[in-house]
């Protein structure tokens, strides 16, 4: 073998053992523990040295972004470490308060279904006792519910409902208020309540949502949520990719291409709109 040749075969073996180096401080420092001893090629090339040292690493998205996509990805999977491990990594590092994390929990019953974020709920409870049993801290009780911050009286809640449906997906009109599941679901709760729930911030809900239509496979919901998410300037088109990335190497890279395509579509559809909506003011 040459010299150049042995060169070239010791940098790369030099840059691949700092890439899995770099993955495994990554890991501990987003898991908050210690990365496996599991030699595999999918925990040393999958896990290590590309979830970790590519992809949580990236900027554009903070740690905290990062967080809400990836816990939405391992609650519909069936993978009950990865959901444990996620959960008490976002609890314990403080990046996620136990509040924001019961947040998380309602919104993506909403979006992935409720007997998913039955065992989600399930999770968060555990891993919060967990928390403090290793701190030898007592369990805070938990913050009231009431009084809930939205309308009581039910025209009230599908008025209010109606109108953040439409800014929330930045449309004009609203669905029929007497179809029980567009009005009592939709209307009076999804967006009546949920939505304007102050537990998260508008863009937390947008990362949870959009993960989640996109691990349901549901075009028009993909399509609406990842439009209205850029449209809003809520995610920008630079985190709307970062988004699908990160959505891949948790829900796989399959179901990330087709939200990246949608994400394409739609980036053009907004900035079609936004020189239109320019040209009518100016």
């Known amino acids: 073998m040459k010299a150049n040749e042995m060169g070239t075969i010791d940098t790369a073996a030099a840059d691949a053992a700092q890439r899995s180096e770099r993955g495994r ?29 590519e992809v949580w690493t990236r900027s554009v998205l903070s740690r905290r972004d990062r967080r809400f996509i990836t816990l939405s990805c391992v609650a519909d999977s069936d993978s009950e470490q990865d959901l444990v491990d996620h959960v008490y990594a976002a609890l314990n590092s403080g990046d996620i308060t136990i509040a924001e994390m019961r947040e998380t929990v309602l919104h993506f019953a909403v979006y992935a279904g409720w007997p998913k974020a039955s065992r ?25 519910l009431l009084p809930l911050v939205t309308p009581s009286d039910p025209e009230e809640r599908l008025v209010q409902g109606t109108a953040t449906f439409k800014d929330i997906n930045c449309m004009p009109y609203a669905p029929d208020r007497d179809n029980p599941y567009q009005g009592a679901g939709i209307l009076n709760f999804v967006f009546g309540e949920m939505w304007v729930r102050p537990g998260l911030d508008m863009r937390a809900r947008r990362l949870i949502t959009v993960a989640c239509v996109g691990f349901q496979d549901a075009p028009l919901p993909i399509l609406s949520h990842v439009y209205a998410a850029m449209k809003s300037r809520d995610i920008s088109f630079e985190e709307m990719d970062e988004l699908a990335l990160q959505f891949g190497a948790y829900s796989g890279l399959p179901k990330a291409a087709y939200l990246s395509h949608v994400i394409g579509e739609q980036k053009a559809r907004v900035l079609r709109e936004w020189r239109d909506e320019a040209a009518t003011t100016s």
Do not use: C, K, Y
Request: without cysteine; negative net charge.
């Open 25 to 53: 401080r990554e890991f501990a420092d987003v898991m908050t523990f210690e990365p496996p001893a599991d030699s595999s090629p999918t925990a040393t090339s999958g896990l290590i040295d590309f979830v970790f040292a």
């Open 120 to 144: 989600f709920n399930i999770v968060v409870d555990i891993q919060w006792d967990r928390i403090h049993r290793e701190r030898g801290l007592p369990l805070p009780p938990p913050e009231p």
